[in-house]
């Protein structure tokens, strides 16, 4: 495992794509910082690039590598490895590569220009964003057999969790705002690993109330402490299931 | 040495392996033939476990494909297309696979040195040519010497020279007692280094002969003639077969 984990970082780092998205990353992080001193202002912006870039460019990036190693990973598998070895160690090398992109484009830069608990969360919940959308892109990399289908489907589920969940959500609470709505809304949220990035950073930035119904709901029925631990453990769900699925699939997966 | 009981696969509705057994020995170099679409890689992708049958078991030293993975130590594979990740070098990959293969420590590298691969060992995996790429799956998949060598399509795509290269070591290892199963449709390199014929069609077994028998029944020396013949008995068995139904 360790073994298919370190060449296929080897392979990676030197991947063009993940070295213009650390430089991207890097460019967008030192300009924003260096536009106002209003340390939470700045953080605010940062938050909306992470939750816009890093779920779509991780999950498309994953899912492009998936199928076009496919070859490679048939003959690995002619070797004498465990296919749920195989996958995850597969799993893990891009994990890390894009973690390291992001840790370095945007980690390194904030932790420069503010250190406080609030950039520390940013940090964490982008790198749990990274994590999450490569393992769906695992599980849509098992889930087709074919790339363009593969890479439309990445498309989609990136889509529909930056942009129409919130909508859907939306229409959900104007057609039951004359019932108490608010504690199947927090179960809802749990659905999104955007929406649970964005309330992880927001809890901690006193801007909760600001940015809108979910973020008001978490401060107001888990306070800053629950409402953190809930949505980390949330994350981690979002992370492992996805795994587990996926590996249980391509036992049975014809390559 | 392989053993293949009734193995049947669909895909959708099409069949493509239709109640195939087979046994295989060491010692014998056996070619698959068929035409396009007819089951050889399907056939190679389910003794790797690489496909899952859905009927029918794989036996090989008499452990069942489906329930273990260490048997395919013992198996030497080269794909129909190779693709390596992209920015390794060669030498990466020939110590990744080392690497991965910590039961085994002694190299068989002859044919790394014989297609002279040290002089491109810089080279990433993207900058190669299709043959280079040919090569190097062929030196991978005898680097372990296994007792099993399975090489789909393994002369497409190589020059001359690299070809008969690659056919001496396929006889010599034959010599040293090893299965060989070749999938090719230059049927004139598999002249001289096949002992069996697996002739399979739409998922069917036509036939499975020593190269002897058939050169005796058939009345053929070269292996070509002999495919051709067998393809038109088989075609006139069906156009009887169509004859008495109407």
Redesign the interface.
């Known amino acids: 495992m360790k073994t298919i984990i370190k060449y296929v970082l080897l392979d990676l780092l030197k991947n063009k794509t993940i070295l213009v998205y650390t430089l991207i990353l890097a460019a967008i992080t030192i300009s924003v910082s260096g536009i106002g001193d209003n340390a939470s202002k700045a953080l605010l912006s940062l938050l909306n690039i992470t939750l816009l870039f890093v779920p779509i460019i991780s999950i498309l990036f994953s899912t492009i590598y998936f199928f076009n190693s496919v070859e490679f990973t048939e003959l690995l598998l002619a070797q004498p490895i465990k296919r749920k070895t195989m996958l995850l160690a597969e799993y893990a090398g891009i994990a890390i590569a894009l973690t390291i992109a992001y840790l370095v484009g945007v980690g390194v830069p904030i932790c420069i220009f503010y250190y406080n608990l609030a950039a520390v969360t940013l940090i964490i919940s982008g790198l749990f964003l990274t994590l999450i959308f490569s393992a769906l892109a695992l599980l849509i990399f098992v889930l087709f057999k074919d790339k363009t289908k593969g890479i439309g489907a990445a498309i989609i589920t990136a889509l529909f969790f930056i942009l129409l969940f919130d909508g859907l959500l939306l229409s959900f609470i104007y057609s039951f705002s004359d019932y108490p709505i608010e504690k199947p809304l927090l179960g809802l949220i749990s659905l999104n690993p955007v929406d649970l990035a964005r309330i992880l950073v927001l809890l901690q930035l006193d801007a909760a109330v600001m940015m809108g119904y979910s973020g008001a709901l978490f401060k107001k029925f888990m306070g800053s402490a629950m409402g953190s631990i809930y949505t980390l453990v949330c994350m981690l769900c979002w992370t492992i299931i996805p795994l587990i699925t996926a590996a249980r699939i391509f036992k049975k997966k014809d390559i | 040495m392989i053993e293949i009981a009734h193995l049947t696969k669909t895909f959708r509705k099409f069949k493509a392996l239709d109640d195939i057994s087979l046994h295989f020995e060491p010692g014998q170099t056996i070619s698959l033939l068929g035409p396009n679409g007819s089951g050889k890689t399907t056939l190679i992708?389910s003794i790797?476990?690489?496909?899952?049958p859905e009927k029918g078991t794989i036996r090989i030293n008499g452990n069942e494909v489906k329930d273990h993975?260490?048997?395919?130590?013992q198996?030497g594979?080269m794909?129909q297309?190779?693709?390596?990740?992209?920015?390794?070098t060669i030498r990466?990959v020939i110590k990744?696979?080392k690497?991965?293969?910590k039961?085994c420590n002694r190299y068989d590298e002859e044919l790394i040195e014989g297609f002279n691969i040290p002089a491109v060992h810089h080279k990433t995996m993207r900058s190669l040519s299709g043959g280079t790429r040919q090569k190097i799956?062929a030196c991978?998949s005898f680097l372990f010497s296994p007792d099993i060598l399975i090489l789909d399509e393994p002369t497409a795509g190589l020059d001359p020279v690299s070809s008969e290269l690659l056919k001496d070591k396929i006889v010599k290892e034959r010599a040293n007692g090893k299965l060989i199963l070749i999938t090719s449709h230059v049927l004139s390199d598999l002249d001289d280094i096949t002992t069996h014929i697996v002739y399979l069609q739409d998922g069917k077994l036509m036939c499975f002969k020593t190269v002897e028998e058939l050169k005796k029944s058939t009345g053929q020396e070269k292996l070509n003639k002999i495919v051709a013949a067998i393809m038109q008995k088989n075609y006139r068995e069906e156009y009887l077969l169509h004859e008495n139904n109407y």
């Open positions: 992708k790797l476990g690489l496909m899952i993975w260490e048997y395919r130590s198996i594979y794909p297309i190779g693709r390596y990740p992209e920015n390794m990466q990744m696979l690497e991965i293969r039961d799956s991978l």
